[in-house]
Protein backbone atom coordinates (compact mmCIF):
# COMPACT_ATOMS: atom_id res chain seq x y z
CA UNK A 1 0.00 0.00 0.00
CA UNK A 2 1.06 3.45 -0.60
CA UNK A 3 1.43 6.61 1.47
CA UNK A 4 -0.80 7.99 -0.53
CA UNK A 5 -3.54 5.37 -0.95
CA UNK A 6 -2.98 4.85 3.01
CA UNK A 7 -3.45 8.40 4.11
CA UNK A 8 -7.13 8.65 1.50
CA UNK A 9 -7.92 5.43 3.66
CA UNK A 10 -7.30 7.90 6.95
CA UNK A 11 -9.14 10.26 5.45
CA UNK A 12 -12.31 8.17 4.61
CA UNK A 13 -12.14 6.62 8.24
CA UNK A 14 -11.97 9.86 9.77
CA UNK A 15 -15.12 10.58 7.52
CA UNK A 16 -16.59 7.56 9.21
CA UNK A 17 -16.15 4.92 6.64
CA UNK A 18 -15.68 1.83 9.11
CA UNK A 19 -14.59 -0.73 6.39
CA UNK A 20 -11.64 1.75 5.10
CA UNK A 21 -10.15 1.19 8.52
CA UNK A 22 -10.77 -2.21 7.90
CA UNK A 23 -8.19 -2.14 4.60
CA UNK A 24 -5.69 -0.72 7.25
CA UNK A 25 -5.80 -3.30 9.16
CA UNK A 26 -5.63 -6.06 6.58
CA UNK A 27 -2.05 -3.78 5.58
CA UNK A 28 -0.89 -3.70 9.11
CA UNK A 29 -2.13 -7.16 10.77
CA UNK A 30 0.71 -9.61 10.19
CA UNK A 31 3.35 -7.17 10.74
CA UNK A 32 1.53 -6.00 14.04
CA UNK A 33 0.76 -9.19 15.64
CA UNK A 34 4.53 -10.33 14.47
CA UNK A 35 5.78 -7.80 16.22
CA UNK A 36 3.88 -8.48 19.07
CA UNK A 37 4.44 -12.26 19.04
CA UNK A 38 8.44 -11.31 19.45
CA UNK A 39 8.30 -8.76 22.04
CA UNK A 40 5.69 -10.37 23.91
CA UNK A 41 6.74 -12.57 27.69
CA UNK A 42 5.23 -15.60 27.82
CA UNK A 43 1.72 -16.20 28.18
CA UNK A 44 0.84 -12.67 26.44
CA UNK A 45 -2.08 -13.08 23.99
CA UNK A 46 -0.11 -10.98 21.38
CA UNK A 47 -3.53 -11.23 18.92
CA UNK A 48 -5.15 -9.70 21.74
CA UNK A 49 -2.42 -7.05 22.25
CA UNK A 50 -3.13 -6.60 18.47
CA UNK A 51 -5.87 -5.94 18.34
CA UNK A 52 -6.18 -3.64 21.47
CA UNK A 53 -3.32 -1.54 19.33
CA UNK A 54 -5.69 -1.38 16.53
CA UNK A 55 -9.10 -0.20 18.54
CA UNK A 56 -6.65 2.57 19.76
CA UNK A 57 -5.66 3.76 16.70
CA UNK A 58 -8.93 4.07 15.30
CA UNK A 59 -10.36 5.63 18.18
CA UNK A 60 -7.35 8.10 18.13
CA UNK A 61 -6.58 8.33 14.42
CA UNK A 62 -7.50 12.61 14.95
CA UNK A 63 -4.62 12.19 17.06
CA UNK A 64 -2.47 11.18 13.68
CA UNK A 65 -0.81 14.09 12.43
CA UNK A 66 0.61 12.53 9.49
CA UNK A 67 4.22 10.85 9.34
CA UNK A 68 5.17 7.43 9.42
CA UNK A 69 1.60 5.75 10.20
CA UNK A 70 2.91 2.51 10.55
CA UNK A 71 5.59 3.98 13.54
CA UNK A 72 2.79 5.58 14.94
CA UNK A 73 1.12 2.13 15.08
CA UNK A 74 3.83 0.04 16.33
CA UNK A 75 4.24 2.94 19.04
CA UNK A 76 0.71 2.31 20.43
CA UNK A 77 1.58 -1.82 20.25
CA UNK A 78 4.36 -0.91 22.03
CA UNK A 79 2.32 0.85 24.82
CA UNK A 80 -0.15 -1.70 24.96
CA UNK A 81 2.12 -4.56 25.45
CA UNK A 82 3.89 -2.50 28.06
CA UNK A 83 0.94 -1.99 29.84
CA UNK A 84 -0.53 -5.21 29.80
CA UNK A 85 3.23 -6.38 30.69
CA UNK A 86 2.82 -3.67 33.95
CA UNK A 87 -0.70 -5.32 34.80
CA UNK A 88 1.04 -9.29 34.47
CA UNK A 89 3.64 -7.75 37.13
CA UNK A 90 1.13 -6.33 39.19
CA UNK A 91 -0.89 -9.71 39.92
CA UNK A 92 2.05 -11.78 40.06
CA UNK A 93 3.39 -9.53 42.96
CA UNK A 94 -0.44 -9.33 44.53
CA UNK A 95 0.07 -12.83 44.70
CA UNK A 96 3.31 -13.24 45.86
CA UNK A 97 2.28 -11.10 48.82
CA UNK A 98 -1.20 -12.75 49.48
CA UNK A 99 -0.02 -16.17 49.22
CA UNK A 100 2.11 -16.04 52.66
CA UNK A 101 -1.07 -14.61 54.31
CA UNK A 102 -2.97 -17.58 52.87
CA UNK A 103 -0.06 -19.93 54.19
CA UNK A 104 -0.19 -18.23 57.51
CA UNK A 105 -3.59 -18.54 58.34
CA UNK A 106 -3.48 -22.36 57.75
CA UNK A 107 -0.82 -22.41 59.73
CA UNK A 108 -2.88 -20.75 62.59
CA UNK A 109 -5.46 -22.88 61.50
CA UNK A 110 -3.49 -26.21 61.89
CA UNK A 111 -1.59 -24.58 64.90
CA UNK A 112 -4.96 -24.14 66.84
CA UNK A 113 -5.86 -27.75 66.42
CA UNK A 114 -3.10 -29.32 67.61
CA UNK A 115 -2.31 -30.11 71.08
CA UNK A 116 -0.35 -27.34 73.09
CA UNK A 117 2.40 -30.14 74.51
CA UNK A 118 2.78 -30.98 70.47
CA UNK A 119 3.27 -27.47 69.35
CA UNK A 120 5.47 -26.81 71.74
CA UNK A 121 7.44 -29.97 70.46
CA UNK A 122 7.28 -29.15 67.11
CA UNK A 123 8.00 -25.43 67.69
CA UNK A 124 11.44 -27.01 69.73
CA UNK A 125 12.24 -29.53 67.58
CA UNK A 126 12.32 -26.09 64.83
CA UNK A 127 14.63 -24.01 67.11
CA UNK A 128 16.73 -26.98 67.30
CA UNK A 129 16.47 -27.76 63.69
CA UNK A 130 17.06 -23.90 62.71
CA UNK A 131 20.32 -23.71 64.39
CA UNK A 132 21.81 -27.11 62.56
CA UNK A 133 21.32 -25.32 59.46
CA UNK A 134 24.10 -22.91 59.74
CA UNK A 135 24.14 -19.30 59.28
CA UNK A 136 24.14 -18.30 55.81
CA UNK A 137 20.68 -20.51 55.31
CA UNK A 138 19.49 -19.23 58.23
CA UNK A 139 20.25 -15.59 57.04
CA UNK A 140 18.56 -16.78 53.68
CA UNK A 141 15.49 -17.94 55.44
CA UNK A 142 15.40 -14.89 57.91
CA UNK A 143 15.63 -12.44 54.94
CA UNK A 144 13.12 -14.59 53.30
CA UNK A 145 10.40 -15.20 55.58
CA UNK A 146 11.23 -12.88 58.59
CA UNK A 147 11.73 -9.87 56.05
CA UNK A 148 10.14 -10.33 53.36
CA UNK A 149 12.84 -9.63 51.32
CA UNK A 150 11.70 -10.31 47.33
CA UNK A 151 13.99 -13.22 45.85
CA UNK A 152 15.41 -10.14 43.20
CA UNK A 153 16.99 -8.39 46.03
CA UNK A 154 18.13 -11.23 47.82
CA UNK A 155 19.73 -12.29 44.04
CA UNK A 156 20.56 -8.76 44.18
CA UNK A 157 22.70 -9.27 47.39
CA UNK A 158 24.34 -12.75 47.29
CA UNK A 159 25.08 -12.39 43.47
CA UNK A 160 23.28 -15.94 42.55
CA UNK A 161 20.30 -16.05 40.15
CA UNK A 162 16.82 -16.04 41.02
CA UNK A 163 16.35 -19.66 40.32
CA UNK A 164 19.77 -21.06 42.57
CA UNK A 165 17.90 -18.85 46.04
CA UNK A 166 14.56 -20.60 44.70
CA UNK A 167 16.58 -24.07 44.61
CA UNK A 168 18.46 -23.13 47.89
CA UNK A 169 15.27 -22.12 49.79
CA UNK A 170 13.83 -25.19 48.62
CA UNK A 171 16.50 -27.37 50.05
CA UNK A 172 16.26 -25.56 53.35
CA UNK A 173 12.83 -25.92 53.81
CA UNK A 174 13.21 -30.19 53.05
CA UNK A 175 15.94 -30.07 55.10
CA UNK A 176 13.98 -28.42 58.17
CA UNK A 177 10.73 -30.85 57.22
CA UNK A 178 13.32 -33.82 57.53
CA UNK A 179 15.28 -32.94 60.50
CA UNK A 180 11.74 -31.91 62.09
CA UNK A 181 10.30 -35.06 61.76
CA UNK A 182 13.43 -37.07 62.80
CA UNK A 183 13.55 -35.34 66.05
CA UNK A 184 10.05 -35.71 66.76
CA UNK A 185 10.05 -39.41 66.21
CA UNK A 186 12.80 -39.62 68.32
CA UNK A 187 10.94 -37.52 70.97
CA UNK A 188 8.35 -40.26 70.29
CA UNK A 189 6.54 -37.80 69.34
CA UNK A 190 4.69 -37.41 65.03
CA UNK A 191 4.70 -34.50 62.81
Not at 33 to 57: K, L, M, N, Y
Not at 140 to 147: A, I, Q, V
Not at 154 to 177: E, P
Request: hydrophobic content about 40%; some cysteine; charged content about 30%.
Amino acid sequence: MTDSQLNRLIDRTRRGDTDAFGAIIRNFEKPVRSWVAAHAPPGVDADEIAQEAFIAAYQRLDEFEGGAFHSWLFTIARYKLMTEATRRRRVADYHSRFTPELIDRELERRAESLPPEELTKRLEALRTCLADLGERGRELLRWRYDEGIPLAEMANRTGRSVGALKKNLFTLRQQLLACMEQKTRVEGGSV
